[in-house]
C-alpha cells in the first residue's frame, strides 16, 4: 500500500519559516498538455503573494501559458505578463486575450517597463530559469518603493519517498526546497516564505503525460523521451504496482518566497 499524502484539495494553515535537445528554452516546443496538466495554485498560496499590498499592479514575470495570471486576476488586481517563449504566449493568448502579454525575459523588464510600474514582480515557477543578479538588478528599477519580488513554485512534495523517487524517474529539475533561501541582491530584504501543502487527484495515465510537460522531457532526443517514459512506467507498475486506470493522490506544496525592496 503506498502512502500517498494529503487528500486533494487540502492545504494546511500557512506556516512561516523563515530547451530542447539541441539546447535553448525548451517550452518553445510545449503543447497544450502544459496548460492542462500542470497544476493551478492553491488560493492561500496566492493570497500570500498578495498580502498586505492594497490594489497592486503586478507583473507575472515568465508567465508561461497564464497559470499564476489567471489566479491574480481573479482576485481583481492589475496583472500584466512576461514570457519570453512563443509557443507559451500562444496558449496565454488563447485563454487570456484581456491580460496585457509583453515578449522578453526577466533580465528586460527595466527596458520594457518605467521606473516604479510595479508593486510586485512575480515568478511563479520560472525564478530557477534566470540569471539572478541581473533580474534583481531590472526588478528594483521598475518596483515601487515598499514593492516586493515574489518566487513561488509547486513542488511535487518530495518528502513522501515515493515521490521522491516519482520526481528523479521523471527528472524533475524543478524540486526546491523550504530550507533552500534564495540568494537576491542587496536591493532585496531576506526573502521569507509561507508553505502550503496539498493534494491533486488524477489517473496514473496522466502521470505519463505530465513527465512530458517537464524540461528534461522537451528537451530529449525521440530516443531519450523513450527512454524515460519507459522508466516511468517500470517505476508506476512494476515498482508501485499501480495501473493506469485508477487514480492516485500527488501531493503537492506550494512555496512562496516573498523579498521586499530593503529600505
Request: proline share 8%.
Amino acid at each position: 500500500m503506498v502512502d500517498l499524502g494529503p487528500p486533494p484539495g487540502s492545504i494546511t494553515d500557512r506556516q512561516q519559516v523563515g530547451g530542447t535537445a539541441s539546447g535553448g528554452n525548451p517550452y518553445t516546443l510545449a503543447g497544450t498538455d502544459y496548460e492542462r496538466y500542470r497544476p493551478t495554485y492553491p488560493p492561500l498560496a496566492v493570497d500570500a503573494a498578495l498580502s498586505g499590498l492594497k490594489n497592486p499592479k503586478t507583473l507575472d514575470v515568465g508567465a508561461g501559458s497564464g497559470k499564476f495570471t489567471r489566479a491574480l486576476a481573479a482576485r481583481g488586481v492589475t496583472v500584466s505578463a512576461l514570457e519570453p517563449a512563443a509557443a507559451m504566449r500562444e496558449m496565454f493568448r488563447e485563454s487570456l486575450p484581456q491580460i496585457p502579454l509583453y515578449e522578453g525575459k526577466a533580465e528586460d523588464v527595466a527596458e520594457l517597463f518605467a521606473p516604479k510600474t510595479f508593486d510586485a514582480l512575480c515568478f511563479a515557477q520560472s525564478w530557477h530559469w534566470v540569471d539572478k543578479e541581473a533580474a534583481c538588478a531590472a526588478a528594483l528599477k521598475v518596483l515601487q518603493p515598499g514593492g516586493r519580488l515574489v518566487i513561488i513554485y509547486n513542488q511535487m512534495n518530495v518528502s513522501f519517498p515515493w515521490v521522491k523517487r516519482l520526481s528523479r524517474v521523471m527528472r524533475s529539475g524543478d524540486v526546491h526546497h523550504p530550507d533552500r533561501i534564495p540568494q537576491l541582491g542587496k536591493g532585496f530584504a531576506k526573502p521569507e516564505l509561507s508553505l502550503f501543502q496539498w493534494g491533486i487527484s488524477l489517473p496514473v495515465a496522466a502521470l505519463f503525460t505530465l513527465a512530458k510537460t517537464r524540461s528534461s522531457y522537451l528537451r530529449a532526443s525521440a530516443s531519450g523521451k523513450r527512454h524515460l517514459q519507459t522508466n516511468l512506467r517500470s517505476y508506476l507498475c512494476d515498482d508501485l504496482g499501480l495501473n493506469p486506470e485508477q487514480s492516485v493522490t500527488l501531493p503537492y506544496y506550494t512555496l512562496v518566497w516573498i523579498a521586499p525592496v530593503a529600505n
